[in-house]
């Protein structure tokens, strides 16, 4: 058994070395109707002292698994599949040579394929995070079935951390290893112990290299007199809802063109996207995530990019500029 004192030392090197400067508090029910979201966000820091409550119960952090697009955590989200799309999927990591465990939560009165959970793999090191989404996506595609719905996390929206007390629940639920599910309710202490044992991180040597999708090609990189990519031409150069897609948007279900805002925890598809004097542009109507894409009403793939790679204007035009 490790020292008393291993717990907080323990999960912020696993799943909080990023330091992210935001996190939210999952409400319980009650809250939750009355201010109309499921967790509400802030800014700072997570303490050690809240990851002893966070562990214990008291409270349920939620955080983003990436900073300045950089990760070392790739969380996938279950919608739907429950606990065999959660086995699935750590069989699949296994045939990768990969380690991931997972988290299930029964919701009691719920069909076994609209069951929600988490699994986790940590890597090494921080690294691009389009690199950790990519491999998201090939293991949703290699264990996709037909009513699951499963996402990718290493983005800057808050995902919740594992461990967690599900506050409308009052249940951990199970971690699961590999095949073993352990019951988190009974002693989670003893839980995190199991983790701790088992735990191993992934070699992010072996994560997939991308091309920086964001930047315009060549061809079109430079404007005929030799000023450089201006913010009309990026726009020309790209589709709002192309990059919305990069930064993790998910299209809602038999919507048209609606989206699970990619930058704050989204429960009920806010970002829409349209057309308006033959341009498109998008919009996220959450009244109160504090989203940067709620802040206009119109929002162009220049704006998109500024607030997926966390920049403003002058630095985006610098950056794509290689100024």
């Known amino acids: 058994m490790p020292p008393t004192d ?16 935001r996190y939210a508090l999952m409400l319980t029910p009650n809250e939750a109707q009355r201010r109309g979201q499921k967790y509400m966000e ?94 998201g996506a090939g293991l949703i595609a290699a264990i996709s079935q037909p009513g699951w719905k499963i996402e990718p996390r290493a983005i800057h929206a808050v995902t919740r951390l594992p461990l967690a007390r599900h506050r409308h629940t009052g249940h951990f639920g199970d971690l699961v290893i590999g095949d073993q599910r ?10 995190l112990a199991e983790l701790y044992s088992v735990y191993r991180e992934n070699l992010s040597a072996s994560l997939p290299k991308l ?40 299209p809602a279900r038999r919507c048209g063109l609606l989206y699970f805002c990619p930058f704050h925890r989204d429960e009920h598809a806010s970002l829409g996207v349209y ?5 498109r542009y998008c919009r996220c109507f959450s ?8 802040k206009h009403s119109r929002n162009d793939a220049f704006n998109v990019y500024c607030i997926g790679e966390r920049i403003d204007a002058k630095e985006a035009l610098r950056r794509l500029n290689a100024r």
């Not at 057309?275 to 341009?279: E, F, I, P, S």
């Open 42 to 135: 802030r800014r700072g820091a997570i303490t050690d002292t809240m990851i002893v409550r966070h562990l214990t119960g008291a409270i349920t952090l939620a955080a983003p698994a990436a900073s300045d697009n950089r990760a070392h955590l790739l969380p996938l989200d279950i919608d739907a599949g429950g606990i065999e799309a959660i086995h699935a999927l750590i069989a699949e990591t296994k045939v990768r040579d990969l380690w991931a465990f997972g988290q299930y939560c029964l919701r009691q009165g719920l069909a076994e394929e609209v069951q929600r959970g988490y699994v986790w793999l940590p890597f090494d090191r921080m690294v691009d995070a389009a690199r950790l989404q990519a491999l």
């Open 287 to 294: 009244a109160h995530s504090d989203c940067p894409l709620a």
């Open 182 to 191: 352990i019951n988190i309710d009974r002693a989670p202490a003893g839980a």
């Open 6 to 21: 291993w717990r907080v030392e323990f999960f912020r090197r696993a799943f909080l070395r990023h330091a992210p400067r």
């Open 211 to 250: 091309p920086t999708f964001p930047q315009p090609a060549t061809t079109s990189a430079h404007s005929r007199n030799g000023e450089g990519i201006t913010i009309s031409q990026y726009n020309q150069a790209h589709d709002v809802e192309d990059l919305i897609r990069f930064y993790g948007a998910r």
């Open 275 to 279: 057309r308006y004097n033959g341009r």
